[in-house]
């Protein structure tokens, strides 16, 4: 399946390579110009300015793929989120709300280590106790109340905790699974967050 | 001095309630400045308004702007030469009065696009012989430490106060600096595949209770630029423009941009562009 799904995406990505490269060059300009003039600080290496295929792709249309694109790296994403091997997918939710409040982790002024903080809150309103919260992302308030009921709904929340690209390629939400910046333990946490019906976000 | 500054500028934070029964003076509101839609501000944003209001007749960066205007006059470094009698900012050389608000633009001489700091360091070098490198290696404010370009920005800044932004976006060399700045703000990467568009490019949008400006509206870019460089209450240090896109980079989990370099340019040069046509208040106060 993932063998099929990739040479097709390699494909495809060549095709919309040429009229990016074609029609201005301002993109690789920047590239260049950001390969140049950046250089390494604390955890923060040079490496991270590479782009991976995912981000080229959303780099280079915009964050708008075309459809067939999109699915099809979509679909690769999901194929690569491990589940946890014991079959649980749910925590503990205290332990998440304290990994949901965490910003910390990745920058050149953080100390190296995993796991990181959840960053939740500052895109997520959660529990209606926290009101300090950001808007980039939908609220997740009554989460269980909301999407609880649908088929399959813990494999979906710790899906997309670990790879929100598997779902919508280009969504700014990180994939936390995927670089290991999250390990099973905090992914099932933050399941528990979101659907246990003792936590706060259902209250 | 500063120390003092720093605890009389603590008692008035922690006074701070007080303000809302002092009278209202008129605060002077940008002209161009269209009204974003709904805005939620927090009690503290709203708070910390009144309070920079109340700031703008003692601005502590007028401290700075005076140690950088006392730096612009002297002569210094191994040429024993003064900014004054040999930078040029693109209005003439030792010319200040408007020069800040048509930054960054292109240097002939340098064969570059510079934003102001960018460009005060360029003559520092050139005309007066420091060392680049010297410069570079502690660039930005701390608690217990302001270099000298930060004094000079901060002067040059001042000489700005209460004019429209005009970066020459029709320069050809300008132009471009603005659209490989657009791409650089578009650019994800890292291990978050964050870009600087991921917070800055939506209207509306919050980290926690921090309002996003939208770089690429004129609204946003302005709030972008407003108030740099600024006295920032946290740590009580003046920084520049320059920091600021630093420290965004460093929140996106990318390396570090180089001082003083054509990708910080570049950005600034879309960011302050967006922002043409509005009045730019001078140095500032920041949370």
């Not at chain 1, 074609?22 to 003039?37: H, P, T």
């Not at chain 1, 088929?151 to 790879?163: G, L």
């Not at chain 2, 291990?191 to 004129?218: A, E, V, W």
């Not at chain 2, 240090?237 to 920091?243: A, Y």
Request: with cysteine; aromatic share 8%.
């Amino acid at each position: 399946m993932k063998n099929n799904i990739l040479p097709a995406a390699m494909a495809t990505l060549l095709l919309i390579a040429l009229p990016a490269a074609a029609e201005g060059d301002y993109r690789a300009k920047a590239i260049a110009v950001i390969k140049k003039d950046f250089q390494p600080r604390g955890q923060a290496s040079i490496d991270r300015l590479a782009e991976d295929g995912l981000q080229a792709v959303c780099n280079r249309t915009g964050n708008k793929p075309p459809e067939g694109v999109g699915k099809a790296m979509e679909a690769d994403q999901l194929a690569n989120v491990k589940y946890p091997a014991d079959g649980k997918l749910m925590g503990d939710w205290k332990a998440g709300e304290k990994l949901a409040q965490s910003g910390r982790g990745f920058t050149w002024s953080d100390k190296p280590g995993l796991p990181v903080g959840g960053n939740c809150y500052n895109c997520h309103q959660i529990s209606p106790k926290e009101t300090s919260f950001g808007t980039i992302g939908p609220s997740l308030y009554q989460f269980l109340k909301l999407r609880g009921t649908q088929p399959d709904i813990q494999k979906y929340v710790y899906s997309k905790i670990y790879n929100a690209k598997a779902y919508n390629l280009c969504s700014d939400m990180p994939r936390f699974g995927h670089i290991s910046a999250l390990g099973e333990k905090q992914i099932k946490d933050l399941v528990a967050l979101l659907l246990d019906p003792e936590s706060p976000a259902n209250k | 001095m500063k120390q003092n500054l720093i605890g009389a500028l603590c008692a008035i934070v922690i006074m701070g309630g007080a303000f809302a029964q002092t009278p209202k003076k008129p605060v002077a509101k940008p002209a161009a400045q269209t009204a974003p839609a709904v805005e939620a501000k927090d009690a503290a944003t709203i708070e910390f308004e009144k309070f920079r209001a109340e700031m703008e007749d003692s601005n502590p960066a007028e401290l700075f702007e005076m140690k950088g205007e006392e730096q612009w006059k002297t002569k210094r470094g191994p040429k024993n030469v003064a900014l004054a009698e040999s930078c040029d900012l693109g209005l003439g050389i030792g010319k200040v009065q408007g020069a800040y608000v048509k930054m960054p633009r292109y240097f002939a001489d340098a064969d570059a696009v510079m934003d102001a700091e960018r460009r005060i360091v360029w003559c520092m070098v050139e005309k007066q012989g420091f060392k680049f490198d010297d410069i570079a290696k502690k660039p930005f404010a701390n608690a217990n430490f302001t270099p000298d370009i930060t004094n000079l920005v901060t002067y040059v800044a001042s000489h700005s106060r209460n004019m429209k932004i005009a970066v020459p976006l029709k320069e050809p060399k300008v132009r471009e600096a603005w659209e490989i700045g657009k791409e650089i703000a578009a650019y994800r990467a890292g291990p978050y595949d964050f870009s600087c568009n991921t917070c800055h490019g939506t209207d509306g949008k919050r980290i926690r209770m921090q309002n996003l400006p939208n770089l690429s509206t004129p609204a946003g870019a302005m709030k972008g630029v407003q108030g740099w460089p600024g006295y920032r209450m946290t740590g009580g240090v003046m920084l520049t423009h320059q920091w600021r896109m630093g420290d965004c980079f460093r929140q996106q989990r990318f390396p570090e941009p180089k001082y003083a370099s054509d990708a910080v340019a570049y950005l600034l040069t879309y960011m302050i562009g967006n922002a043409n046509g509005q009045v730019y208040k001078g140095p500032g106060i920041k949370r």
